[in-house]
């Protein structure tokens, strides 16, 4: 089986659930949502998964700049939901589920950018 390194990325899989879980909340919705709310977040959880995908086939900047990407989606998730939520569309308990899988995706994205833009110093003693 062939193996993407984006793949690899535990943050990618994160995304990925948690876009599957958004998909899987959304259904239910009334179809006067359709679209509207339940387009943009589902596009916003998507557009997770894929920056992180397509960035990993790019250069370090290119990829950081991807990554911030995701990161914004993230934050737009997190005021979808929220406005989900004072429409009833999602209950207080899967708020905080999807409040707590943002956060930690958003972290986890943080890291990711770090580690590739870091660059070890390098001293100048001979």
């Known amino acids: 089986m062939t193996s993407f390194k984006f793949q ?75 406005i989900a939520t004072s429409l009833s569309l999602v209950p207080d308990e899967t708020k905080s589920n999807l409040f707590a899988n943002l956060e930690e995706i958003s972290k986890m994205l943080a890291g990711l950018k770090k580690s590739i833009n870091y660059e070890p110093k390098v001293s100048s003693e001979s």
Not at 30 to 48: C, F, G, V
Request: charged fraction near 25%; glycine fraction near 4%; include cysteine.
């Open 8 to 82: 690899r990325l535990n943050v990618y899989q994160k995304a990925t659930v948690f876009c599957n879980q958004v998909y899987g909340i959304t259904k239910k919705w009334p179809r006067e949502y359709s679209l509207d709310i339940t387009s943009q977040i589902r596009r916003a959880a998507l557009s997770i998964p894929l920056n992180i995908a397509e960035g990993t086939s790019r250069t370090k900047k290119d990829f950081s700049r991807f990554i911030d990407i995701a990161r914004g989606s993230c934050y737009e998730c997190v005021a979808l939901v929220e």
